[in-house]
């Protein structure tokens, strides 16, 4: 098994930066792909961001591309979300997910997921 835990979440100001964190143990070596999803209050959790094993292959949701940078490091077994000029509508938990096959990057599905970490943008 693969346990993911995020960090980084917090309260922050229109126009502001938090980078979230994901850091992975357990059976790490059977990681390929990992991304980022969020779930605002009311509505169905939603993709963000995919990274692929080699860091060589992203792909972002269309209301974060350009805003948002996703990468890993294999090395520490971490996953980040670098996340620049938050708006309120980016308000959601945020969750780390991971699966251990190396899928396309429009795929949605995963089979390890984090326990999510709040980010609040007001405005």
């Known amino acids: 098994q693969v346990q993911l835990v995020e960090s980084g979440g917090g309260l922050v100001q229109a126009g502001g930066s938090l980078r979230l964190s994901c850091a992975a143990s357990g059976r790490t070596f059977s990681i390929y792909d990992m991304g980022w999803f969020r779930q605002a209050p009311g509505k169905d959790r939603e993709f963000v961001a995919h990274i692929n094993w080699t860091g060589g292959v992203t792909y972002y949701a269309d209301s974060v591309k350009g805003r948002f940078t996703i990468s890993r490091d294999n090395a520490k077994n971490m996953v980040y979300l670098q996340m620049n000029s938050l708006k309120p509508e980016d308000t959601a938990v945020y969750y780390c997910?991971?699966?251990?096959?190396?899928?396309?990057?429009?795929?949605?599905?995963?089979?390890?997921w984090g326990q999510g970490t709040q980010v609040s943008v007001s405005s």
């Open positions: 997910a991971a699966r251990d096959w190396a899928g396309s990057a429009r795929e949605r599905e995963y089979n390890f």
